[in-house]
């Protein structure tokens, strides 16, 4: 007879025990989850595209802002002692929103923002409560997600070692765009662009008639020459001629010579009626080829200098930030071209460096971040952050004088996000020419930051060509695409976590 009892069943301890570990490592990871989610917060009130985002070291916690002020909190975890995540001004260089690690064992990081080319970011992560990442700047994996497709490309992130508030701010050194150059700035860059387009053909009609006409000339210059070589000819055949006749005694030789003289003075006649001809011909032809070369070297100038106004007035339609550095004495101005970079991210037009003058430079001065929030009637309306000691935000700018040559190439059409940020920092050596500003606080902890290999470096100073915004855009092709576990986005060559 089979017994059909239920019986207890009876596993090892050994078995066990390991299933009390795992279910206690699964529901600490359940809390942790809900810990963030509950520890999130949202403004009671319908957000605008997001400006900034200001990350507290020490409160492990990230504020988003649009133009009425913060709509989004969340905790986070930044670099754990040795790795810390450096704290500074940044902004979103490149978005992947399933991006792996090619430096710490292919690790998931989904929803990746990218703030360094070295391998700085925030992306979805877990949250112990506490610093913990090798760097970057983990976020909620939900609201890493949900915050994913709301940033922008060159969207400011203020990395703060301590809590950081913007607060509105007005100041007369500020950007005081003007109204009409604003309105008419599209239509400006509409226009310029036609101009670049029709000088780039005229120059390429210009070379194609130069070309011609330098052929034209080329075979008068050779008729040209092949004239005055039978002329120089003739006229030595006749001065031969005359010598003989000089030389001869008999009547019968002083004939002969007298009929080779006639010879030779009629060919030396013609060949230089030929001559005078031929140079007569000429000489248009030899005119029209200098005059096509002018023209052509004119077009030329006047597409580098109609590149140079459209691609200009086309910078005048993003925003612009301006970085002064107390330690190097410097300004330098940022706007981004909206150009992808075959490797990822965007180019930034970075023509703009002047000297600036810093009154009491031997004094520290903090690092200061002011934006312009939003439109504010015929101005902007400004905010400020501070993050460093030193200076407060107004006597920073006081301190500063502005050239008037950069104010007057980038103030009148100033929009909102544009920035000015002042530092005793100098910009680190992560900025170039796919990132905006890149500055890090240097008495603060870098750890994950200089645990890093440095990205490459940039290639040779931009110079504006012809056809296009800069010269390092004739680059080697990009690498081929990762196709591990399906995937399709491509290796960076610089170094990502």
């Known amino acids: 007879m089979i017994d059909l009892s239920v019986r207890p069943l009876r596993f090892p301890a050994s078995v066990v025990i390991a299933a009390m570990v795992v279910l206690t490592a699964l529901s600490g990871d359940v809390s942790a989850k809900q810990s963030a989610r509950s520890a999130e917060e949202v403004a009671p009130r319908d957000a605008g595209e997001p400006i900034m985002a200001i990350v507290s070291i020490k409160s492990q916690q990230v504020t988003f802002y649009d133009a009425d002020g913060w709509f989004l909190k969340a905790p ?3 670099g754990t002692k040795g790795r810390e995540t450096p704290a500074g001004v940044f902004s979103i260089l490149q978005k992947n929103i399933d991006h792996r690690s090619n430096l710490y064992d292919d690790a998931h990081m989904p929803h990746m923002q990218r703030l360094t080319w070295n391998g700085i970011a925030m992306h979805g992560g877990p949250l112990p409560g506490y610093a913990a990442s090798h760097g970057c700047v983990r976020l909620p994996y939900g609201f890493a997600e949900n915050l994913f497709d709301k940033t922008r490309i060159g969207m400011r992130v203020i990395i703060s070692p301590n809590d950081a508030t913007p607060v509105d701010f007005s100041h007369s050194a ?8 604003v309105a008419a700035a599209p239509g400006r860059a509409e226009r310029l662009a036609l101009d670049a387009a029709e000088a780039a053909i005229a120059v390429g009609e210009a070379k194609k008639f130069a070309k011609t006409a330098e052929r034209e000339a080329a075979s008068a210059k050779s008729a040209l020459r092949k004239a005055e070589g039978q002329k120089a000819s003739a006229d030595a055949d006749l001065a031969s001629a005359e010598k003989k006749l000089a030389k001869a005694k008999s009547d019968e030789a002083k004939a002969r010579a007298e009929e080779q003289r006639l010879k030779a003075a009629a060919k030396a006649t013609e060949a230089a009626t030929k001559l005078d001809k031929i140079k007569t011909e000429a000489q248009p032809k030899l005119e ?16 580098i200098d109609t590149a140079k106004a459209a691609d200009e007035a086309k910078l005048a339609l993003e925003p612009v930030s301006i970085y002064v550095s107390r330690a190097t004495q410097k300004l330098y101005v940022r706007r981004n071209t909206r150009k992808p970079w075959p490797d990822g991210g965007e180019v930034f037009d970075a023509t703009i460096e002047v000297p600036v003058t810093i009154r009491d430079a031997d004094m520290p001065i903090g690092t200061h971040v002011f934006t312009a929030m939003a439109s504010d009637g015929a101005g902007l309306r400004w905010s400020a952050v501070s993050i460093d000691t030193g200076d407060d935000a107004k006597n920073a700018l006081d301190r500063i004088s502005i050239p008037s040559e950069v104010l007057d190439r980038i103030a009148p059409t100033a929009l909102p996000r544009s920035s000015i940020i002042i530092s005793d920092e100098p910009l680190s050596k992560e900025t170039n020419y796919r ?7 240097s008495n603060q902890p870098q750890g994950g930051f200089k645990t890093r290999r440095p990205t490459p470096p940039p290639p040779p100073a931009p110079t504006w060509e012809g056809g296009g915004f800069f010269s390092f855009f004739n680059q080697p092709s990009p690498p081929p695409p990762d196709r591990r576990r399906g995937r399709t986005q491509q290796v960076q060559k610089d170094w990502l976590w």
């Open 435 to 441: 990132t905006e500003f890149v500055a890090v606080l």
């Open 288 to 303: 029209a080829a200098t005059k096509a070369s002018d023209a052509a070297k004119e077009a030329a100038v006047r597409k």
């Open 174 to 181: 500020l950007f005081a765009p003007n109204a009409e150059a």
């Open 76 to 78: 986070v975890s930044t």
